[in-house]
């Protein structure tokens, strides 16, 4: 199994920004896809991006240009630098990593992080 910690959320304002800390942990024979989702109130889980082991990244449009997901594959840990944030973009944040549980491919999610960005 993958454990995964989330860090680094908190309350910040318009146009700050915040890094997002994930690190993954457990048994596990090696992590493919890295990413960062998140569910504001009300609304379902949104991918924000991912990265793989190789650096492709995928972004929402929502955040392009805004926020930047990378991933040191020695510490198996993935983070995510958002700058300019807005209201908009308050949510609980959750890592998700894909991994090989001996022969399975599965996906981990961590607990959730929560972003607060006041206008």
């Known amino acids: 199994q993958v454990q995964l910690v989330e860090s680094g959320g908190g309350l910040v304002q318009f146009g700050e920004s915040l890094r997002l800390s994930c690190v993954a942990s457990?048994?596990?024979?090696?992590?493919?896809?890295m990413g960062w989702y998140r569910q504001a109130p009300g609304s379902q889980r949104e991918l924000v991006a991912t990265?793989?082991?190789?650096?492709?990244?995928n972004y929402a449009d929502s955040v392009k240009g805004r926020f930047t997901i990378s991933r040191d594959n020695a510490k198996n840990t993935v983070y995510l630098q958002m700058n300019s944030l807005k209201p908009e973009d308050t949510a609980v944040y959750y890592c998700?990593?894909?991994?090989?549980?001996?022969?399975?491919?599965?996906?981990?999610w961590g607990v959730g992080t929560l972003v607060t960005v006041s206008s």
């Open positions: 998700s990593a894909d991994a090989i549980v001996g022969v399975k491919g599965m996906k981990f």
């Open positions: 457990g048994s596990f024979f090696g992590i493919t896809t």
């Open positions: 990265i793989t082991t190789i650096g492709t990244t």
